[in-house]
């Protein structure tokens, strides 16, 4: 590595980083290639204020194109401060550093060993088209939840949608950003109900209490209003497939929900038996059932 990568910074990066810096850099670089081309490192420098990180993006090849990966950072709740590019030549091909500075927008502190591979995870399955990139991403800072578990937020508000309940995306997505810990009950109740490994209806109804008595401080109407849909609808979901994997082993990359519409207050007509939901960064659809069988 040393022979490969000796020549290989410029001038640039060696004013701006040390040699202990550039031997970590190169463990992100020397695998990367045409069908693996992106690497990440989400950092805190050591005089940097707890509000501030650093992201680096490492990529084969050619330059990312800033106009695709800010607002990707921002709708995971960060402010660019400023991005330093690097080419790094080597006998193996060109390299890029991008380096972002970044504020969280909210100005609170990020606490880098909770959600250093939580955000990298989720930046990578936005990048890759897996999750949309779209204000609900900020949970994955402003929460600590998994891309995963905002897709499923996310899908149960494209369901909404469908309900005709009058709330457009975004102001779901504030709401939910606005009271993060009725937000983590939210998805703790949908672990609680379907999770194989184990569902406990003792729980679920604790959470379901909690939730409630949490509403009792929620000053907006409107708020109130979306948080109750959630809670209706994960209580009216009858089956996921959340949790099922493929023939390899793999999660699905589409979530669908057997909903009961007769369990859900204030529905439009008319009520079918069952509804399933499917969802996905791709697709969505509906399917109205009569009876128990399609």
Not at 9 to 23: E, W
Not at 29 to 44: C, H, T
Not at 104 to 133: K, L, Y
Request: proline share 5%; aromatic share 12%; hydrophobic share 40%.
């Amino acid at each position: 590595l040393a022979n490969r990568f000796r020549n290989s910074f410029p001038s640039s990066y060696r004013d701006d980083f040390t040699h202990r810096t550039a031997v970590a850099d190169i463990q992100h670089m020397k695998g990367l290639a045409e069908d693996q081309p992106m690497a990440m490192s989400f950092y805190r420098e050591l005089e940097q204020p707890i509000q501030q990180v650093n992201f680096k993006l490492f990529h084969y090849g050619n330059p990312l194109p800033l106009s695709d990966v800010i607002p990707v950072m921002e709708n995971l709740g960060l402010k660019v401060m400023d991005e330093h590019p690097y080419a790094v030549r080597s006998e193996n091909g060109r390299f890029w550093i991008h380096d972002f500075r970044m504020l969280h927008q909210t100005g609170s502190e990020i606490d880098m060993h909770s959600v250093r591979d939580t955000f990298q995870t989720a930046f990578a399955h936005i990048w890759h088209g897996d999750a949309d990139s779209d204000h609900f991403n900020r949970l994955v800072l402003g929460a600590q939840l998994g891309w995963r578990e905002v897709a499923v937020l996310r899908a149960y508000a494209a369901y909404v949608k469908q309900l005709k309940f009058g709330i457009s995306q975004t102001a779901i997505a504030n709401c939910l950003i606005h009271h993060v810990e009725i937000t983590k009950k939210l998805v703790e109740l949908f672990y609680s109900r379907f999770d194989p490994e184990g569902t406990r209806l003792e729980k679920q109804e604790k959470l379901k209490e909690a939730i409630i008595e949490e509403l009792e401080s929620v000053p907006s109407l409107t708020d109130d209003r979306i948080i109750r849909r959630y809670l209706d609808l994960i209580l009216a979901t009858l089956r996921t497939n959340f949790f099922q994997t493929d023939g390899d082993g793999k999660l699905r990359g589409y979530f669908s929900f057997k909903f009961s519409p007769r369990d859900i207050p204030d529905i439009p007509e008319p009520r079918p038996m069952y509804e399933v939901f499917v969802y996905s960064p791709r697709v969505q659809g509906v399917h109205l059932r009569g009876g128990k069988v399609a």
